[in-house]
């Protein structure tokens, strides 16, 4: 054949490339390129690398609406929450993303009220209309047993972010809350408070009666009890604790120090603290929960537990795509411990 006759000849399309070729060239079966595909762990790197070598040579471009029509789902992983933290919200988001971001998955938030009685069937009529991968739970929805009932009955995978264990290990995520409520409550002993006020989160969260186990636990390793009288609920928002702070300010014997559930709340002791003429930490000591970025740009900075909500949402992701991917050795229950961030809004008495 001359070398016009080659000129002439038109190059295959790379639109008309399948994933039977890519097979054929790779030496692989059908199956472990759509393996590799779908980041599933269940293939060798050096396989891995050869397969998408050939996808980037050949330009081929899987099909999304193709993949999730073999898989009977899209390629949507939902966020479901009902947490009032909007900083919690965006850290979550974010860890989720960094695992799905150079996957073919994709991200939808699905805020609810788990106040509304009708919650529930909004989140079956979510799943039933988008036929999504799979779906992570945060609290305090992950703590409804009968939502988790209903996706398993919808064949809807989900892993559930709570601080307990709620579920089999491979569905589930923990997060230590009490031991880094206890840990607020060692600290704050042991600058001298003695008559210390918490602030934790609604009844409905299941982490507001851990974080309020937990500090009252260690308060009591110290020989202090946690009065009645100064344990207020907030709702886990900014003016829950400007409200709740102003509540114990007011009274004669007020608090030395105030751990409140989360960050948000925190930030509001401080305002209700100023209102009142305190100083922090000289008149008042803060510990919050969770290490939110406003904890370190607040002043006097927040004392705080941190939280790895970021690194909770990354493992909780990751999970979701390994269950997808028929992964084993899903056995271990994962967990993440808490570490207290002692900064400038605390100090001794």
Same mark, same amino acid.
């Given at each position: 054949?001359?070398?016009? !006759?080659?000129?002439?000849?038109?190059?295959?399309?790379?639109?008309?490339?399948?994933?039977?070729?890519?097979?054929?060239?790779?030496?692989?079966?059908?199956?472990?390129?759509?393996?590799?595909?779908?980041?599933?762990?269940?293939?060798?790197?050096?396989?891995?690398?050869?397969?998408?070598?050939?996808?980037? !040579?050949?330009?081929?471009?899987?099909?999304?609406?193709?993949?999730?029509?073999?898989?009977?789902?899209?390629?949507?992983?939902?966020?479901?929450?009902?947490?009032?933290?909007?900083?919690?919200?965006?850290?979550?988001?974010?860890?989720?993303?960094?695992?799905?971001?150079?996957?073919?998955?994709?991200?939808?938030?699905?805020?609810?009220?788990?106040?509304?009685?009708?919650?529930?069937?909004?989140?079956?009529?979510?799943?039933?209309?988008?036929?999504?991968?799979?779906?992570?739970?945060?609290?305090?929805?992950?703590?409804? !047993?009968?939502?988790?009932?209903?996706?398993?009955?919808?064949?809807?995978?989900?892993?559930?972010?709570?601080?307990?264990?709620?579920?089999?290990?491979?569905?589930?995520?923990?997060?230590?809350?009490?031991?880094?409520?206890?840990?607020?409550?060692?600290?704050?002993?042991?600058?001298?408070?003695?008559?210390?006020?918490?602030?934790?989160?609604?009844?409905?969260?299941?982490?507001?009666?851990?974080?309020?186990?937990?500090?009252?636990?260690?308060?009591?390793?110290?020989?202090?009890?946690?009065?009645?009288?100064?344990?207020?609920?907030?709702?886990?928002?900014?003016?829950?604790?400007?409200?709740?702070?102003?509540?114990?300010?007011?009274?004669?014997?007020?608090?030395?120090?105030?751990?409140?559930?989360?960050?948000?709340?925190?930030?509001?002791?401080?305002?209700?603290?100023?209102?009142?003429?305190?100083?922090?930490?000289?008149?008042?000591?803060?510990?919050?929960?969770?290490?939110?970025?406003?904890?370190?740009?607040?002043?006097?900075?927040?004392?705080?537990?941190?939280?790895?909500?970021?690194?909770?949402?990354?493992?909780?992701?990751?999970?979701?795509?390994?269950?997808?991917?028929?992964?084993?050795?899903?056995?271990?229950?994962?967990?993440?411990?808490?570490?207290?961030?002692?900064? !400038?809004?605390?100090?001794?008495?």
């Amino acid at each position: 054949m001359s070398d016009d !006759e080659h000129e002439s000849k038109p190059a295959r399309d790379r639109s008309q490339v399948t994933i039977i070729d890519i097979a054929r060239m790779a030496g692989v079966s059908k199956k472990t390129v759509s393996r590799v595909i779908n980041e599933s762990p269940l293939v060798r790197e050096e396989t891995r690398k050869k397969v998408k070598e050939i996808i980037a !040579e050949t330009g081929f471009t899987p099909n999304p609406q193709a993949r999730a029509l073999a898989f009977r789902k899209s390629f949507l992983v939902g966020l479901v929450y009902d947490n009032p933290s909007p900083q919690y919200v965006v850290n979550m988001q974010r860890g989720i993303l960094d695992t799905l971001g150079d996957t073919a998955f994709q991200l939808v938030l699905r805020p609810c009220d788990r106040g509304d009685e009708n919650y529930r069937e909004r989140v079956r009529s979510f799943i039933v209309q988008h036929k999504p991968h799979g779906i992570i739970l945060t609290p305090s929805v992950s703590e409804d !047993e009968t939502l988790a009932e209903i996706l398993r009955e919808e064949e809807c995978d989900y892993v559930r972010i709570a601080s307990l264990e709620l579920d089999v290990p491979s569905r589930s995520i923990r997060t230590h809350d009490a031991q880094g409520a206890e840990m607020a409550a060692a600290h704050l002993a042991q600058l001298g408070h003695k008559r210390i006020g918490h602030i934790h989160g609604p009844k409905t969260f299941r982490s507001a009666h851990e974080r309020l186990s937990g500090f009252r636990s260690g308060l009591e390793s110290y020989g202090l009890e946690l009065a009645p009288e100064l344990t207020v609920e907030g709702a886990y928002t900014f003016d829950s604790g400007v409200s709740s702070a102003t509540r114990l300010l007011n009274r004669r014997d007020r608090p030395t120090a105030i751990f409140a559930g989360n960050d948000e709340m925190a930030v509001g002791v401080y305002v209700a603290a100023r209102k009142a003429g305190l100083r922090i930490p000289e008149d008042l000591s803060i510990v919050g929960f969770d290490d939110t970025p406003i904890s370190a740009r607040i002043w006097p900075p927040l004392t705080t537990v941190r939280s790895p909500i970021r690194e909770v949402g990354r493992a909780a992701a990751d999970l979701l795509l390994k269950r997808g991917s028929g992964s084993e050795n899903l056995e271990e229950l994962q967990s993440f411990q808490l570490e207290l961030i002692v900064r !400038e809004s605390t100090r001794s008495v």
